[in-house]
């Protein structure tokens, strides 16, 4: 949680505006209350303005007005006989006003009886007048010169229950202009946080060695994907509505109960009474959720990497008739992400129950004793009401923070995985001050080379070999020997266990990485091609070259015939993994992506060993191109490669054991003259 929070330093700013503008919101949410207070006040008590609070002074001769409804009209003798019978109960009469033909408004001041029991004289006051007058209905409030303590009243000739329903509209128009600019300047942060998180780990994977993506092949690399994206977006939550969560409502929740302290702080503490028996399971639950959510997350990106895997792979799934394994393998995948979502699922909802019911002890006990408030008239109806409405504006702040303790876990277990991508070290490193070759001659040497991508098995043993610049060397050699992870070792891929690898006399260690690999060019047996047009892709090998450029290097490649027959020409899309070429076009594409580049050094993996013999016969010719005047390391099964070659260097598991031309290999009669004689010859009478 302390490293999230470091990247929100970058934002203090914003984050104290975010903070002003809460602290307007929580003020606006709670001004709901008092309205509701307000309101009640005002149909009961018919005030008018807008005061702070409504009191009484609990005194004798306090101003009262009283609301008397009869069943039937008003004659002049009954309002006789009403006044007689108020002055015997103590009554001061100040005036007496007929609203309508069975309402009478009285002005008077009351006694001390009243002002101790408002209810209870009501109600005899009721019963003592109704044979004099008939049945009636009294309702109390206070009289005309009622004031707010501090005597400060908005628009004092308009009746209160006129005024509220516009200051109600005043309210939610300013709640809105600060719940845009809080969400916005929200939302703003959040993005860019993900962004940045997003940014430092593709940088990060970008830096890392080949080593770690070799360990997440395929079958991994949609946790990677996932780690990218999904949890990423449980991070963003944190970064959005939780910022939110975590900053405005517990404003609402604090002045709230400064509020409700000021206005009862008995009231108020026996409604948060029930709050420490909250702590103990919310803690013990948001525990087992960070635990449990960390399993739902590595889940997802295991059916992740399912889909991946067999949708890259469906040609083979549909050869080898596997529809039916994959589908079952893709279920028990979901199958083990509904369980885990399952568990996720009861455990977070568990928080708001418990949650609800002990607040609903809290609302019981609130009830009561602020019942008995106003029986005892300690507690003005209005005054009731703004505490109900008070303390319900807090239970949604409550349960909202309650709810920050199962999604907090869950963006943590987020940022654990994110952070562990984050600080993944490449274990091949550049040294403090590498040198930097302006340029390179092309001189390559294996000076006792051993490496093995377990230190406990080599797969190379004591590899020495010096190659001049200009020398095109053949790797050959049977399955496993250890061809590829040669040429591996002259991109740098990797950094053997012992020994050294030199170009121009340069330990590859003591050189900078990215120059180093800009002398180099490598096209692989399965050539990759990125989303984008043809002239783009070939341009990747020098971004920045001219159309020209591109054009001649295409030219080179004997692919520039192809293009031009394509529907847009260089500027044809090639589609995911340039599946809308065929494996010889893409391959020649690749080729005029490595002319393009103009390394000294090239790297040729049997990049011609997947093509018909009509593709062969152009790629051929363009690599010949290619590796005119170049430093060239090829892997190849096909004789027509290996003949070309300078020198042919055999490997049997992880040792040279031969080197020499074909005609020298074969007179030696050792390996390379077996492996001609069980795989080249066939080659040899087909091309003829």
């Known amino acids: ?56 002074e609990t005194k004798d001769e306090t101003p009262v007005r009283l609301n008397i409804v009869a069943q039937r009209p008003w004659t002049e003798e009954n309002r006789e006989k009403l006044r007689n019978g108020l002055e015997q109960r103590g009554f001061a009469i100040q005036g007496m006003e007929q ?47 009622t004031k707010a303590p501090a005597g400060w009243v908005l628009f004092p000739n308009v009746h209160t229950v006129y005024l509220l329903p516009l200051l109600l509209i005043i309210i939610y128009f300013l ?72 900053v405005l409502e517990p404003m609402v929740v604090i002045l709230g109960l400064l509020w409700g302290f000021y206005m009862n702080w008995k009231l108020t503490l026996m409604f948060f009474l029930v709050f420490p028996f909250v702590a103990f399971p919310v803690n013990k639950l948001s525990k087992k959720l960070r635990v449990v959510n960390r399993e739902v997350m590595d889940k997802v990106a295991d059916i992740t990497g399912v889909l991946e895997e067999t949708l890259s792979a469906i040609k083979v799934v549909k050869a080898f008739g596997m529809e039916e394994y994959e ?13 885990a979502a399952i568990r996720s699922l009861r455990l977070g909802n568990f928080f708001s129950p418990i949650i609800d019911f002990l607040v609903s002890i809290a609302i019981a006990i609130f009830l009561t004793y602020g019942g008995s408030l106003i029986l005892n008239n300690r507690l003005s109806p209005g005054e009731f009401l703004t505490f109900i ?44 001050n590498p040198v930097v070759l302006p340029t390179v001659k092309g001189s390559v040497v294996f000076d006792h080379v051993t490496f093995g991508y377990d230190q406990d098995n080599p797969v190379l043993h004591d590899i020495n070999l010096t190659v001049s610049p200009g020398e095109v060397i053949a790797l050959v050699g049977p399955s496993g020997a250890g061809k590829t992870t040669m040429v591996n070792l002259v991109a740098r891929f ?42 783009e892709n070939i341009a990747y090998g020098r971004i920045g070259a001219t159309r020209e450029e591109i054009i001649e290097a295409a030219k080179a490649a004997n692919a520039h015939e192809f ?29 005029a992506r490595a002319l393009l580049r103009d390394p000294k050094i090239l790297i040729l993996d049997e990049a011609t060993s997947a093509l018909d013999t009509q593709s062969e016969v152009l790629v051929q010719e363009a690599l010949q191109r290619l590796m005119k005047g170049r430093t060239c390391f090829v892997i190849a099964h096909r004789l027509s490669t290996i003949r070309s070659a300078d020198r042919i260097v055999v490997l049997d598991a992880g040792r040279i054991v031969e080197i020499g031309t074909h005609e020298e ?24």
């Not at 920050?404 to 600080?423: G, T």
């Not at 290999?665 to 003829?688: F, P």
């Open 1 to 56: 949680m302390r490293r999230l929070l470091q990247y929100l330093l970058p934002y203090k700013k914003h984050l104290v505006i975010v903070i002003l503008v809460s602290l307007v919101m929580s003020a606006l949410t709670l001004m709901d209350a008092w309205v509701m207070g307000r309101l009640s006040d005002a149909i009961f008590f018919q005030t008018k303005g807008i005061p702070l609070t409504i009191s009484w």
């Open 99 to 145: 609203v309508d033909p069975k309402t009478l408004l009285v002005r008077a001041k009351a006694v001390s009886e009243l002002l101790e029991d408002p209810l209870q004289t009501v109600e005899g006051l009721e019963k003592d007048l109704s044979p004099r007058v008939g049945a009636t209905k009294i309702y109390i409030g206070p009289g005309d010169g």
């Open 175 to 246: 709640k809105g202009i600060f719940r845009f600019a809080q969400n916005f300047l929200v939302g703003t942060i959040g993005q860019k946080l993900v962004m940045r998180l997003r940014n430092e780990i593709y940088e990060n994977l970008q830096n890392l060695s080949i080593s770690y993506f070799e360990r997440h092949s395929t079958g991994q690399s949609g946790q990677l994907i996932a780690r990218i994206t999904h949890d990423i977006d449980a991070i963003h939550f944190l970064f959005s509505a939780g910022i939110i969560d975590m």
């Open 327 to 339: 589908i079952n393998r893709f279920k028990r995948e979901t199958r083990q992400s509904y369980k």
């Open 389 to 432: 409405f008070l303390m319900g504006f807090m239970g949604s702040p409550i349960r909202r923070i309650s709810g920050l303790f199962s999604q907090v876990p869950r963006a943590l277990a987020a940022a654990e995985r994110v952070f562990e991508l984050i600080d993944q070290k490449s274990e091949v490193t550049e040294i403090e």
């Open 494 to 535: 990797y950094d053997p266990l012992s020994g050294r690898v030199l170009i121009d006399g340069y330990d590859l260690r003591e050189l900078k990485l990215d120059e180093l690999r800009k002398h180099m060019g490598i096209v692989p047996q399965e050539t990759m091609l990125f989303r984008g047009t043809i002239a």
């Open 563 to 591: 293009i031009i027959n394509t529907p847009e020409g260089y500027e044809t899309k090639v589609g995911a993994r340039g599946m809308a070429l065929s494996g010889g076009q893409r391959q020649r594409i690749a080729i």
């Open 665 to 688: 290999l074969l007179d030696k009669d050792g390996l390379y003259a077996m492996l001609y004689r069980t795989q080249l010859r066939n080659q040899e009478k087909k091309a003829q």
